[in-house]
């Protein structure tokens, strides 16, 4: 008896924290949504992407939303700065997985874990300090898309060197020494046993990696130049949908706050997407792997 | 369900004024002055127990027009009277000023309010035209809903839509930080942090405007062109607590509050 009430005591609260941990998600997305639901009234939702450029105003009809240029950078961005950490931190893992002996993997790894503990701040102001002064030289103002892509890339490297490891450290044991037994190169078995194993886990480091990228503002703000254009080069100023937030919201008003409220909706849309993509990576391997086994 | 609420004020109202002889000021109106007011307010509020400051920010004209209306003791209007408006009582508390900046490199004398206005419009895209190095101008602007960028565009007449930057930045420091070792740049940043950075080895300058030197000094004695004043109103003469609160606000005892918002206190 005493057994049982302990046990349901422990249910109720672990049910009551999941709850809450549930509500608080629907809570801020419902907020948000509500938030932005006076500017998709007001405006619309096609002036969002056909008004000429992003001049706001607290009333409607004064002002202009076209939130497409911000939509683009934060694409750009993301995209760019996957394309360099995503490789880079997939080689990093399988260097400590495969060749690195294990004091060098457990300093990599020390490394690594210390990189993804520097708040993004610190990250935005070497970003102003040292490598927008570096691009200047290159082309000028300096702040630009370009800037944002290293800083980001940067930023994620961790997150995908981490994560990337521990799925190949998942890779069954068997598979490795049946390859090995095989008489298959190590350049073989990464590339034709292990990676094919942890493709799934890959994927999901890098899509990870995606979405801090997406939702990333402090270093952002500082480095991209904040200009509101669909950048012609890596070297134009852009201004992301965080970026974008940050800059306004502490003044914005009316239609204009809400049309704010909007961004932070696309920027929702996005990850939810992202997150969807990897979940179907993850079922679709649960398949994969129960038709093998 | 608004009727309630309204009851329920009332009936809060009654028992607050029969309770206590709890006074409440209401003070409304630009949202450039009410960060520094809500200061000023926490401040005399200390020095007054059983007083009340209700701070509220809804633009310069509602702070006009509830001063007006008698829906605010006090109205805060971030510039100079108009002509219409001299029914009411004005009081400064402070001058929100504006400098332009350069890096600490570039050798540009000063600049004329008709120089600024082309250089925003890209008219002159070079500093050797307007007597500084041979290189480009790097325009750097604050994102919407700034003061410091309401001062800018009102004082050189353009709109926001005609300006095309390389740079938006967000405040003041950001601001600094993006002119600072960027020869070909120019920014405008709120002439306290401006002068305040400038003294620490920051490298900026600050650029005279129309021949005259920008500064806290300047501004302050209501010299330099770039700047406007931050103004409090009453509809009539003020009487007891609220003449107490105008002139605190208005007092030595605040100056500190008004360079904490980077605002320049008034001499």
């Not at chain 2, 929100?96 to 309010?113: R, Y």
């Not at chain 2, 129309?210 to 103004?231: I, K």
């Amino acid at each position: 008896m005493f057994q049982w009430s302990k046990d349901h005591l422990l249910l109720l609260w672990l049910r009551l924290a999941a709850s809450v941990c549930a509500a608080i998600l629907l809570l801020v997305a419902g907020f948000v949504l509500l938030e932005a639901f006076e500017a998709l009234r007001d405006i619309g939702p096609v002036r969002f992407a056909a008004d000429a450029s992003w001049h706001p105003a607290s009333e409607a009809d004064q002002g202009l939303y076209n939130l497409v240029p911000m939509l683009s950078a934060t694409l750009f961005a993301t995209l760019g700065a996957v394309l360099l950490a995503g490789p880079l931190g997939i080689a990093s893992a399988l260097f400590c997985q495969f060749y690195a002996p294990a004091w060098v993997a457990q300093l990599q790894r020390r490394i690594i874990g210390l990189l993804s503990g520097i708040p993004s701040v610190v990250y935005g102001f070497w970003g102003l300090v040292v490598l927008v002064p570096l691009i200047r030289l290159q082309a000028p103002p300096g702040p630009s898309l370009l800037a944002g892509i290293l800083i980001l890339a940067i930023m994620i490297v961790p997150t995908v060197a981490l994560i990337a490891e521990s799925s190949l450290a998942a890779v069954p044991e068997a598979y490795l020494l049946g390859a090995n037994a095989l008489g298959i190169s190590r350049v073989g078995i990464i590339f034709r046993v292990a990676i094919p194993a942890a493709r799934s886990g890959l994927l999901t480091a890098v899509i990870l990696g995606a979405g801090r990228a997406i939702g990333e503002t402090m270093a952002i703000l500082m480095v991209c130049g904040n200009v509101v254009a669909v950048p012609e080069s890596v070297f134009a100023p852009v201004r992301t949908l965080t970026a974008n937030i940050a800059l306004e919201m502490a003044y914005a008003m009316g239609d204009h706050r809400s049309a704010l409220f909007v961004t932070g909706v696309v920027l929702l849309v996005m990850v939810v997407g992202l997150v969807a993509v990897t979940a179907s990576f993850a079922t679709e391997t649960t398949h994969a792997e129960s038709t093998h086994g | 369900m608004r009727i309630r609420g309204f009851v329920a004020g009332l009936a809060f109202a009654l028992l607050a004024c029969g309770g206590t002889d709890q006074a409440a000021i209401v003070v409304t109106g630009s949202s450039t002055v009410a960060p520094l007011m809500a200061e000023i307010a926490r401040r005399f509020e200390e020095q007054h127990p059983g007083v009340r400051v209700d701070v509220q920010t809804g633009g310069s004209s509602r702070g006009i027009s509830d001063a007006r209306k008698g829906l605010a003791d006090v109205g805060m209007v971030s510039r100079a009277p108009k002509d219409s408006e001299s029914d009411l009582r004005w009081f400064m508390v402070a001058r929100d000023g504006v400098s332009l900046i350069v890096d600490a490199s570039n050798s540009v004398p000063g600049l004329s309010k008709e120089q600024v206005r082309r250089i925003y419009r890209r008219e002159i895209s070079n500093w050797s035209e307007v007597g500084g190095p041979d290189l480009p101008i790097t325009l750097v602007h604050k994102a919407q809903g700034r003061s410091t960028l309401e001062v800018f565009l009102e004082y050189f007449e353009l709109e926001d839509k005609e300006i095309s930057p390389d740079v938006v930045v967000g405040d003041n420091e950001q601001g600094i930080k993006t002119v600072a070792g960027d020869p070909r740049a120019i920014g405008y940043v709120s002439v306290g942090t401006a002068e305040y950075e400038a003294g620490r080895g920051t490298s900026i300058r600050l650029v005279p405007l129309d021949g005259v030197e920008a500064s806290v000094a300047s501004v302050g004695q209501g010299r330099f062109p770039l700047s406007r004043q931050l103004n409090i109103v009453t509809s009539d003469e003020p009487q007891g607590i609220v003449a107490e609160l105008i002139q605190f606000a208005s007092s030595e005892q605040v100056h500190d509050l008004v360079e904490a918002q980077f605002f320049v206190p008034v001499e």
